[in-house]
Each structure stands twice: as structure tokens, then as C-alpha cells.
């Protein structure tokens, strides 16, 4: 039977060889089945190695680099500021290096957003698990389980909001970690996230609702600047100060 088309011999059988052609097929068939795994499991470690070899990879220095424009600030001999103005893009925008921000805002932010930020590398599995759980029981997406580094991730390059999203904040965010550090990871992400009214980072928050610098802030004003970055645009001071003291209260 060898050399011989599978579909000459079983037109050619005779009434009697139902048990070869039935073993034939099972054989045809396991082996196509066999062929298939091969070529799954080839694909999948291509592509696991391809995403070793990226997360490995340096990102561009243009992603992490600061905004070109934070506006015109007005400040007085003491370092009092007197007025600024929106940047370009009508954000409010200040850059504060960490080491000059009180310690307080980061371990508030920390605290609310992402409690186990030191001990994991940028995907959470504590919080995945839990989020998993909390959608199921809930039927529709209540909780996303995104880490500090993941939120980074989609501030440094938004998109739109998904599962295709988060796996690809999922694998920025174990980059993000390999390269940057978790110091680096913290200043980039209180300086860039949204705390409404326009004000991205921590800097410009504490200038617009306190008066202040992101370097003499309370414990009380730390805690609401890290409420507001669930929901900045319902829950900033000027808008609802009931919400935002509500916030406050959670952090």
C-alpha cells in the first residue's frame, strides 16, 4: 500500500478491508494531528523567544524623555510662584525629580495604587488573580489589576482600552522594569499621571489645589493628590469636594 493515494485506495477496497481503511484513517489522521502540535509548539516557543529578546531589548530613550513644554512659570526671588501658564497640548505640567518630592506623596500613591509595587516586577499575579475572581462573580470588568508599571506603560503610550491593550501594558510594564528601576518608574509615573483640572503629575496637582510644592505637602494633601488618579475628572477638589474627601479617606 505504500506509494499508493489515500483516496485510490479506499475506492479501491474491497467489502471485506473496513477494518484496514478504518485504521488507516485513524492513522492519517493521528499523524496530521501530530504535524499540527509540532507546528503549534514551534510557534509558540518562536514566539516565546521573541518576547524574551524584546523585554531584554533597551527602550528608546525618546519614551521616557521629558515634555518639551511645561509652560512659562512666574516665580518670585524665593522660589514662590507667582503665575504660570498651560504648556502647549493646555496641560499644567511641572517635572519633580523624587528626590524632591515628600515622601509622603509616594508612599500614598503606592499605597492606592499598586501596595505590593516593590516586591513584583511590574504584573502583579496576586492582583490578576483577585481581579479574575472580582469579574467572574461580577459578570462584566470591575477590576483591571494594573500595577503602577503597567499604568505607566499606558501613559507612555495611550491607546484604547482592552484585553489586547492590557497584555501589551503587561509586557511594557516587565521592559519598563528590566531597564528603568523602580526609582525611575515612580518619578516618571508622578510626574505623568492625570490629576484633573489639566494637571499631569504631582507637581502641577500641588501648585493648583494646595499652593503648594510636591516637596511640602501634608500627609492629609498626599493622600487626596493619590485618590484622584482612579478618577481625576469627577473626583478633583474644584469639581466635588465631597467626592475628592471621600477619596481621600480610602487612601
Known amino acids: 500500500m505504500i506509494g499508493v493515494p489515500l483516496g485510490e485506495l479506499l475506492r479501491a477496497h474491497e ?15 493521528r499523524r496530521r494531528a501530530l504535524q499540527a502540535l509540532a507546528a503549534t509548539a514551534a510557534g509558540s516557543v518562536a514566539m516565546t523567544l521573541f518576547i524574551v529578546a524584546w523585554v531584554f531589548m533597551p527602550p528608546p530613550e525618546s519614551l521616557t524623555s ?4 511645561s509652560g512659562v512659570r512666574i516665580e518670585d526671588r524665593h522660589g514662590v510662584l507667582l503665575r504660570s501658564t498651560r ?18 506623596v509616594i508612599l500614598a500613591f503606592v499605597a492606592v495604587e499598586d501596595r505590593r509595587f516593590w516586591d513584583q516586577g511590574g504584573i502583579d499575579a496576586r492582583a490578576i488573580a483577585r481581579a479574575a475572581r472580582d469579574n467572574i462573580r461580577e459578570g462584566r ?5 494594573s500595577t503602577i508599571t503597567m499604568q505607566l ?3 507612555l ?5 482592552g484585553w489586547t ?3 501589551r501594558e503587561a509586557l511594557w510594564a516587565l521592559r519598563l522594569e528590566r531597564h528603568l528601576g523602580k526609582q525611575q518608574i515612580l518619578e516618571e509615573y508622578l510626574n505623568r499621571v492625570h490629576l484633573g483640572q489639566a494637571a499631569v503629575g504631582v507637581g502641577a496637582a500641588s501648585a493648583l489645589y494646595f499652593g503648594a510644592a510636591a516637596s511640602e505637602l501634608s500627609v492629609g494633601e498626599s493622600a487626596m493628590l493619590a485618590g484622584l ?3 481625576p475628572s469627577r473626583d478633583n477638589p474644584l469639581v466635588s469636594p465631597r467626592r475628592a474627601v471621600a477619596r481621600r479617606a480610602v487612601a
Open 157 to 161: 503610550q495611550p491607546g484604547a482600552r
Open 87 to 104: 504648556a502647549e497640548d493646555g496641560s499644567r505640567t511641572r517635572w519633580v525629580p523624587i528626590g524632591e518630592m515628600d515622601p509622603d
Open 153 to 155: 506603560a499606558r501613559l
Open 165 to 167: 491593550s492590557k497584555a
Open 141 to 145: 470588568i470591575v477590576s483591571g489589576a
Open 66 to 69: 521629558q515634555p518639551a513644554s
Open 229 to 231: 488618579a482612579h478618577a
Open 15 to 29: 467489502p471485506g478491508d473496513d477494518d484496514d481503511v478504518r485504521a488507516l484513517r485513524r492513522h492519517v489522521w
